[in-house]
Each structure stands twice: as structure tokens, then as C-alpha cells.
């Protein structure tokens, strides 16, 4: 049985008020983003890319048009639902790391675990196995203030896997990064799409990183100005 998009989009709206004014941050975007594909959202600030991110993520709902995550209609979902969802289907992975400063490595990871109620024995091993994925099975008692940039986005990166996720949402993933570091986490994407079939979106403003994806979107003016492989 051939497996669901991972998303699909009809006609996505978003508007804010901003000061009493109606912002259109999307205005009108259709979209399907296959299961296993790599993809890069790119458009230059203001764009209304993040915004799409955050629909995709399910961190928003659309104010209007369709959107569905796996299959799922998100539009039929409860709030809870909604969680429930994005628990167990996305792992999510951002800019400024989202580590809790007093907790470790192993802990950290661990942290989406125990939202799905799996014992602490599991949950410590997962973390463990994840952290070795991404080459920091030597960093498990560390805490973020004690490893470089680099590794906490590492950390990041298997708290995100952590799930077995269907797909991994990167919001400019490498933006905190120097250009090394930047291209090993790149790197790390990469091999998780290319060897365990996850779905990787990324957004960025960076042509460079946009360019390791299969697919780039060119987001601009709330629109998809550019679809290209």
C-alpha cells in the first residue's frame, strides 16, 4: 500500500492582525510533499515561509484552505488531537536549539518520550542510541552551556529522531552554525533521509544549504513562486 503524502496543501491561507490590520502571511498555496522527499522552503525574510513551516508542523491551523499531515485532515482534529499528531508523526528541529539549559544531553532527547508515556529505562535508552546516531555518544552527561554550537544542534537533531518520526521539520538548521559545523548537520540530514527514508523540510535563506535538498520551493509574497527539483 503506497504511504500518504507527508503533507498536502489546498489553496493555504494565514492572516494575522497586526495592530488592528489583517496581514496576509499566506495567500493562497497548494502543495504535496511526498513521503521520504527532501525538500528545501526558501524566500528571503517576510516571505511567509516560517509561517508555512508552522502549519506543516502543526503548530498553527490555517485560516483557511486544506491541509493534511500524513492522510490526516488537521481541520477535524482537536487540540489534543492536534498534539497527539505532531508527537508522533514530526520531529522538529530550530535555529536557536530549544535545549533546556540545566538538563543533559541524555535528558533532553529523552524529553519527547515521556509526552507518549514510554518508561524511563526505554526512554534513557532511545536518547542513548539516538545521540550515537548523530556522534555524541561521548556527550551524554553533558549539559548545553558545556558543548559548542554544533553539538547542541546535534543534540537537537536526535531529539528530534528520537519519536521515529515520518518527517523532520529544520527551521534554518544551520543558521547559529559557522560553515563547518553548518555542513556536518547537513550532513546528518542528508544520511537520515537518503538512509532511513524520513522526510526531511527544511527552511532557509541560504541558496547554499537550500541546494543539498531534492526539491526547492521558492516562497515569496505569501506565494509559491518557484517549485523546482
Known amino acids: 500500500m503506497t504511504a500518504p503524502p507527508a503533507f498536502e496543501g489546498e489553496d493555504l491561507r494565514?492572516?494575522?492582525?497586526?495592530?488592528?490590520?489583517?496581514?496576509?502571511?499566506?495567500?493562497?498555496?497548494?502543495?504535496?510533499?511526498?513521503?521520504?522527499?527532501?525538500?528545501?522552503?526558501?524566500?528571503?525574510?517576510?516571505?511567509?515561509?516560517?509561517?508555512?513551516?508552522?502549519?506543516?508542523?502543526?503548530?498553527?491551523r490555517p485560516t483557511s484552505g486544506t491541509l493534511r499531515v500524513g492522510g490526516v485532515d488537521v481541520a477535524t482534529l482537536s487540540e489534543a488531537g492536534l498534539a497527539e499528531l505532531r508527537n508522533k508523526t514530526i520531529g522538529?528541529?530550530?535555529?536557536?536549539?530549544?535545549?533546556?539549559?540545566?538538563?543533559?544531553?541524555?535528558?533532553?532527547?529523552?524529553?519527547?518520550?515521556?509526552?507518549?508515556?514510554?518508561?524511563?529505562a526505554e526512554r534513557r535508552t532511545r536518547a542513548r542510541d539516538a545521540l550515537t546516531a548523530v556522534g555524541l555518544g561521548h556527550r551524554l552527561t553533558h549539559r548545553p552551556a558545556q558543548m559548542s554550537g554544533g553539538e547542541q544542534q546535534r543534540v537537537a537533531i536526535a531529539r528530534a529522531l528520537v519519536g521515529d518520526p515520518k518527517v523532520?521539520?529544520?527551521?534554518?538548521?544551520?543558521?547559529?552554525?559557522?560553515?563547518?559545523?553548518?555542513?556536518?548537520?547537513?550532513?546528518?540530514?542528508?544520511?537520515?533521509n537518503a538512509e532511513q527514508g524520513v522526510a526531511v523540510v527544511l527552511v532557509t535563506h541560504e541558496p547554499e544549504v537550500a541546494a543539498?535538498?531534492?526539491?526547492?520551493?521558492?516562497?515569496?509574497?505569501?506565494?509559491?513562486?518557484?517549485?523546482?527539483?
Do not use: W
Request: hydrophobic share 45%.
Open 14 to 60: 494565514r492572516s494575522y492582525q497586526a495592530d488592528g490590520v489583517a496581514v496576509d502571511a499566506l495567500r493562497g498555496v497548494d502543495l504535496r510533499i511526498e513521503s521520504g522527499e527532501f525538500v528545501a522552503i526558501i524566500g528571503p525574510s517576510g516571505s511567509g515561509k516560517s509561517t508555512l513551516m508552522h502549519l506543516l508542523g502543526c503548530l498553527d
Open 92 to 120: 522538529f528541529v530550530f535555529q536557536s536549539f530549544h535545549l533546556l539549559p540545566r538538563t543533559s544531553a541524555l535528558d533532553n532527547v529523552a524529553l519527547p518520550l515521556v509526552y507518549r508515556g514510554v518508561g524511563a
Open 212 to 229: 543539498r535538498a531534492g526539491r526547492r520551493i521558492h516562497v515569496r509574497d505569501g506565494l509559491i513562486e518557484q517549485d523546482a527539483g
Open 168 to 192: 523532520v521539520l529544520a527551521d534554518e538548521p544551520t543558521g547559529n552554525l559557522d560553515t563547518r559545523n553548518g555542513a556536518e548537520v547537513m550532513d546528518i540530514l542528508a544520511g537520515l
